[in-house]
Nanobody, 116 residues
Framework: VQLQASGGGLVQAGGSLRLSCAAS????????MAWYRQAPGKQRELVAQ???????NYANSVKGRFTISRERAKHIVYLQMNSLKPEDTAVYSC???????????WGQGTLVTVSS
């Protein structure tokens, strides 16, 4: 399975962006999907996760501002990011649980930069 993320870019504080991630290959093995981010000098953190059934989980820092969703048939996961803040600046990576109940595959990241 491969994960390909897109949609990053530069946005002003208060703006919005939508990230997309498409899974390809043996997609029948894809269970939960998630978005992680890593800011410069910081550890990678979970931003949002969504199960096959659509149950979602968010980091406290993004609750109410970000929404994760997925198109199961197309094996695509989205992250709608609203009311962006400079502290949201990071490399965002798509991730998935492949033939597992734990996240075990990360794709290449896409850079999100929020200017003040």
């Amino acid at each position: 399975v491969q994960l390909q993320a897109s949609g990053g870019g530069l946005v002003q504080a208060g703006g919005s962006l939508r990230l997309s991630c498409a899974a390809s290959g043996n997609t029948f093995m894809v269970n939960d999907m998630a978005w992680y981010r890593q800011a410069p000098g910081k550890q990678r953190e979970l931003v949002a996760q969504i199960t096959v059934g659509g149950t979602t989980n968010y980091a406290n820092s993004v609750k109410g501002r970000f929404t994760i969703s997925r198109e199961r048939a197309k094996h695509i996961v989205y992250l709608q990011m609203n009311s962006l803040k400079p502290e949201d600046t990071a490399v965002y990576s798509c991730a998935a649980a492949i033939a597992s109940w734990q996240i075990n595959l990360w794709g290449q990241g896409t850079l999100v930069t929020v200017s003040s």
